[in-house]
């Protein structure tokens, strides 16, 4: 699976904004599409991910409330859409596919990753 993310930019707090993640290369049944991200300095941390099959969406705490992610299957495209940003959000955010397993916040189940995008919230 080849995964292009896209959407990142400068936001002010409170603001919002849209991820998506364009998959191509196979069917994705049977897959999740998780997004991740990486603030400066730290480690990859888990934020939302997506049953593709189910519609069966996961959130971190994080950005619990405040995150929705869906799937469009025409396009192959799975949006994340943030509201009420922080600046503890600003990060690189990636998105990963891997095929279902037991742990959906673990990186580890992930094998596909496509290229970050920046989200930079200003206050």
């Known amino acids: 699976v080849q995964l292009q993310a896209s959407g990142g930019g400068l936001v002010q707090v409170g603001g919002s904004l849209r991820l998506s993640c364009a998959a191509s290369g196979r069917t994705l049944n049977g897959y999740v599409i998780g997004w991740f991200r990486q603030p400066p300095g730290k480690e990859r941390e888990f934020v939302s991910a997506?049953?593709?099959?189910?519609?069966?969406?996961w959130y971190g705490d994080p950005v619990k409330g405040r995150a929705t992610i869906s799937r469009d299957i025409a396009k192959n495209t799975v949006y994340l859409q943030m509201i009420r940003l922080k600046p503890e959000d600003t990060a690189v955010y990636y998105c990963?596919?891997?095929?279902?397993?037991?742990?959906?916040?673990?990186?580890?189940?992930?094998?596909?990753w496509g290229q970050g995008t920046q989200v930079t919230v200003s206050s």
């Open positions: 990963a596919a891997g095929m279902q397993g037991d742990s959906i916040v673990d990186l580890r189940m992930y094998n596909s």
């Open positions: 997506i049953s593709w099959s189910f519609d069966s969406p």
